[in-house]
């Protein structure tokens, strides 16, 4: 079939359209490579969840209950001043350094002791021996300096008693014995007991009291259950489960004998108020029943009547009501402010007992004056014994009650540690690094495909007005041939490696079956030409242009035509290798003019496959381009022209030299050769710019290497023939 250059296409696809088809298939082409990084993140996954050291842990209960005023001696008034604790303020003083402090002083958790191991693999073993190593350290003193440093402590063997310290940088500062105390200037260091079953050496580090108690308070969570229930739930996560369980158990001790030392001193403010009270009211009583006596001497015992005895009863309650008053409110004083509602309330109280005692006193004031003097006194006597045994009486209360304080809170369930680790979760693990894999498997072949966006089709050259002559599909026994050359080329560094042709060694290979399409179409596309010259170059090197060359020329030679091959790369041309020529002599020897007779026939080989002659490079030169414009060239070109049938020229890349475009003027056809996956269209396209540019006219392409790939199938609508795409006619 005859075909002409194809005008450019005129639609184009968008570059901005996302073809899903094509990403599909991408997917489906790279699906071992996928699987594999896949597989190698599971792996990873599987591998840090058994190695990882497990976290556990500790949980305990508290219950904070309606805590009243504090004020006992409010008495019946309490209730007004209940008030219920805020889960979220216990929940802060749990958390305080208060509280967390004290526990960190107690367990000394300043001092931390860490067992050294084998990297990766050793905390695993160590879990897993019959003994844990540990140290029980009583006294860790170190300079200001290495407070936050990790030092060195090294016994003299598995088992041993006796023990080296390094500080910091190294330096040995203390020697000892366990269960001795050792000292050494700043440094002071007690360790009552060791095991040493797996290690001999340990890392230690003086901690900050701050440090320590910051470590905590990030470790340590409390949380209230439900809204509003008053239970609070603690808990910590630590790699040591029992020593997580000994701290919560600690925190929650504290915090609850705090809540009582507070509830107590609540209680303790109150009684020493009513204690610095009772000597005044004591003295003001004995004044009181001095003056009374005195008068009634004086008056010779005069007594009170009925009338008087009934007005003195109800002076002395209201005196007893405003007393009780001016105590309560010397207590609320201490924690309102006089604008307080509640306060405000006790006030308006007072006024309206006092106003009452003013209308009374208007009615003492209508007795005889005797009978006034008489009331006077008595009130103050039996006032200030009220108040006197009123003041008695709390203070007995107070007693009994700061001796019973328990507090409003209480532990429910002590901390336990859950046998079971809370992390890492493992399977948790395994499913995300999987998960991780793949997604950066597939974002890998799409990143790289992006980067790399090679020739898929021929229908993308033809987009862009380049026709293509013919696809050749890669070759199974091609790849297998190379790769038994290069184990060869690596045993035999020295050796010369004879490639074979490949259409002599497999003439049914389907890249020879498309050459033989390649051939009938040369037929009609090379009647216009002006000569029978075929060269053929490529963009970069690797494309394949050797190995299309070749075996062209091969199959040619095999139709019955008569073929002559130039390796026309005078500087790396390795054509005779799979012709199996040699290259003593060859096109740049001729060119060179190294023999005084100007017949090329001495220079060219024959016998390999009939009708096929073969010239190689020969000599490498030091000015390839200067050979080429000789015009030994020029009449090479034409003398073989007249002789042979079909005349191919390799010749080396346009884009690397400038060769082609020399050979390219004596040429009638010239074929470029790109790479399935490899070479990309605009290369393609500067290619043949830069032929127009040396006025030189591609005839057009050979898509080589051409792979059964989804994404070309699913992207471009190719089907497949005998295992290569095709362009549908």
Excluded: C
Excluded at 35 to 51: K, P, Q, S
Excluded at 139 to 152: I, S, W
Excluded at 479 to 487: F, G, Q, S, V, Y
Excluded at 508 to 535: Q, V
């Amino acid at each position: 079939m005859q075909q002409q250059k194809s005008a450019p296409v005129q639609q184009h696809h968008n570059d901005d359209e996302i073809d899903l088809g094509r990403l599909f298939g991408l997917l489906i082409d790279h699906k071992w490579l996928i699987a594999i990084i896949t597989g190698a993140f599971m792996f990873l996954g599987v591998l840090y969840a058994l190695l990882a050291t497990p976290i556990y842990q500790a949980d305990a209960l508290l219950q904070v209950e309606k805590k009243s005023s504090g004020i006992p001696a409010l008495g019946e008034m309490a209730d007004m001043f209940a008030s219920e604790s805020e889960a979220a303020t216990e929940i802060e003083i749990i958390k305080s350094r208060m509280v967390i402090g004290a526990v960190v002083d107690q367990l000394k958790l300043t001092n931390v002791v860490q067992p050294n191991y084998y990297p990766v693999i050793g905390k695993f073993l160590a879990r897993r021996a019959e003994e844990e190593d540990r140290l029980l350290i009583d006294v860790l003193q170190v300079p200001a300096d290495q407070l936050g440093e990790p030092l060195k402590l090294e016994f003299d063997r598995l088992g041993g008693t006796s023990y080296t310290l390094y500080n910091s940088t190294g330096d040995e500062v203390l020697t000892g014995e366990v269960g001795n105390r050792a000292e050494q200037g700043d440094w002071v260091l007690h360790i009552t007991d060791a095991v040493v079953a797996n290690t001999d050496s340990f890392t230690l580090v003086k901690r900050s009291r701050l440090r320590a108690i910051q470590l905590i308070q990030q470790e340590l969570a409390v949380s209230e259950r439900g809204r509003q229930t008053g239970i609070l739930n603690a808990s910590i996560q630590h790699a040591d489960g029992q020593l997580a369980a000994q701290v919560l158990n600690a925190v929650t001790q504290e915090y609850m004998l705090q809540n009582i030392r507070r509830n107590a001193a609540e209680a303790e403010n109150s009684l020493e108020f009513l204690q610095e009270q009772v000597p005044s009211i004591q003295k003001n009583l004995r004044e009181a029943e001095d003056e009374l006596n005195r008068y009634r001497l004086e008056s010779s015992s005069v007594d009170l009547t009925l009338e008087t005895k009934g007005i003195l009863d109800r002076v002395v309650e209201l005196e007893k009501g405003i007393n009780e008053l001016t105590l309560k409110e010397a207590e609320l004083s201490r924690l309102y402010t006089k604008q307080h509602p509640t306060y405000q309330a006790l006030i308006q109280q007072k006024q309206e007992l006092i106003a009452d005692r003013e209308r009374l006193s208007s009615q003492v004031k209508e007795l005889p004056e005797t009978q006034q003097q008489v009331l006077r006194l008595a009130r103050d006597v039996e006032v200030n014994q009220e108040i006197y045994l009123q003041l008695l009486n709390r203070m007995q209360e107070l007693n009994v009650l700061k001796a019973g304080t328990v507090g409003n809170v209480r532990i429910l369930d002590e901390a336990m540690v859950n046998p079971i680790a809370v992390a890492p979760r493992k399977a948790l693990i395994v499913v995300l690094a999987t998960m991780l894999g793949g997604m950066i498997a597939v974002g890998f072949v799409f990143v790289r495909s992006l980067l790399n966006r090679g020739l898929e089709s021929s229908e993308e050259l033809e987009q862009e007005g380049i026709n293509v002559y013919a696809s050749v599909p890669k070759s199974e026994t091609q790849d297998a041939i190379n790769e038994k050359l290069l184990k060869l080329s690596k045993r035999r560094s020295n050796e010369v490696i004879r490639a074979p042709l490949l259409a002599n060694e497999d003439p049914t290979d389907l890249a020879i079956e498309a050459l033989r399409g390649l051939r009938t179409s040369l037929h009609f596309a090379m009647l216009e030409a002006r000569n029978n010259i075929i060269m053929i170059s490529g963009p970069s090197p690797g494309v394949g242009k050797s190995f299309v060359t070749a075996n062209l020329a091969a199959v040619l030679a095999q139709g019955g035509s008569k073929v002559l091959l130039i390796d026309g790369d005078i500087r790396r041309g390795y054509l005779h290798n799979m012709m199996k020529a040699d290259n003593i002599k060859g096109l740049a020897d001729y060119l060179a003019g190294t023999s005084d007779n100007d017949d090329y026939h001495e220079f060219v080989q024959s016998g390999y496959i009939e009708n096929l002659h073969f010239m190689p490079r020969g000599t490498s030169a030091p000015n390839p381009a200067e050979l080429l414009m000789h015009t030994r060239m020029t009449q090479l070109m034409e003398k073989s022209a007249q002789e042979f049938d079909y005349v191919l020229v390799d010749t080396p890349p346009i884009l690397a030299v400038t060769d082609p475009a020399i050979v390219g003027r004596y040429a009638g056809t010239t074929l470029l050769v790109a790479r399935f996956g490899m070479t990309p269209v605009k290369e393609m396209m500067y290619t043949v710019k830069r032929f127009e540019q040396n006025g030189i006219e591609v005839k057009g392409a050979i898509l080589n290497g051409v792979e059964r790939k989804a994404s070309s199938y699913y992207g471009y609508g190719y089907n497949y023939h005998y295992g290569y795409a095709y362009k549908s006619e």
